[in-house]
């Protein structure tokens, strides 16, 4: 296995962003941050949240149970007894078929390696899918990728994907992050003629997929405002303007058929190294066929 590189391919990591970032592994190293917070009640109580959504499928298909996390950020401001509760819960959700966000790391690409061993003894028959977050493309998100693939992730970068039978009239298309990244809808789409479930990290994603047909869609990057003043005015911004929109997650409808967008507030943290008022939380949705 080689070692990761610092940097990726981050459209808009200029020096000044890299030498933070950089600057920032190094003052947290050893995981004090995550320590303190932790012990302060800053790192939020993991939440499990279940959903149920109808949408259109082919006759006679059977409901399809999906787990969806996202924004793990492993890395020293995440607590191990909080991974530790969420790679349990994900292992314990029956799913037939995982979903993970992005954004699997902070500070440095090394620390995918912390999820990998769980992640591979995931069971999902339907398959176990990804897309990379900003935060992975200013790491080295190849490597990210390589080693999602040795816990048998496939990550989609504007591509999509069949799933097996009995759940073989649905794809799950994947699109590159919106800021970071480089995200196209016509190849995401490219082949999905079936039902199509649209996974993203940023909401801002529906920006650049316009138009296009989606049956439901996953995204996370808010954090749900991370950090909530009394005013619920969150201390973590996002210049992405659906991303402001929909900064305390949630579930919304929007598209041409007014389909469900599941905004997950997420699992960890970035910059700043604490939560309030925004719990994290895992997503165990099924998925019926609608009426």
Known sequence: MRRPRW????RHAGFRKKAIDATLGILYTGGWPAAITRAVGLQGTLGVAGHEFRIPRKAGAQPLRVTFVSDIHAGPTLHPAL??????????????????????????????????????????????FAV????????????????????????????????PAPHD???????????????????TFRGAHGTRILLMHQPDGLLVTRDERFEIAFCGHVHGGQYLKRDRVPAVRHKGPVSKLYMHGGVFHTGTSDAPVLVSRGIGTSTLPARRHADPQVHVCTLLPAD
Do not use: M
């Not at 009239?169 to 190849?187: H, M, S, T, Y």
């Open 7 to 10: 940097w990726g391919r981050a």
């Open 169 to 187: 009239d649905v794809w799950v298309c994947g699109l590159d992050d919106w800021d970071e990244g480089a995200p196209a809808a016509e190849p």
């Open 132 to 163: 990379l977050g900003n935060h992975d493309l200013l790491a080295d998100d190849a490597y990210i990728a390589e080693r999602l693939a040795d816990a048998g992730i496939r990550t989609l970068v504007n591509e999509n994907a069949r799933l």
């Open 83 to 128: 991974l530790r509760g969420v790679l349990d819960a994900v292992a314990n959700a029956g799913t037939d078929l995982l979903l993970l966000g992005g954004d699997f790391v902070s500070f440095h690409a090394r620390y995918v390696n912390r999820l990998v061993h769980a992640l591979r003894d995931v069971q999902a028959p339907a398959g176990k």
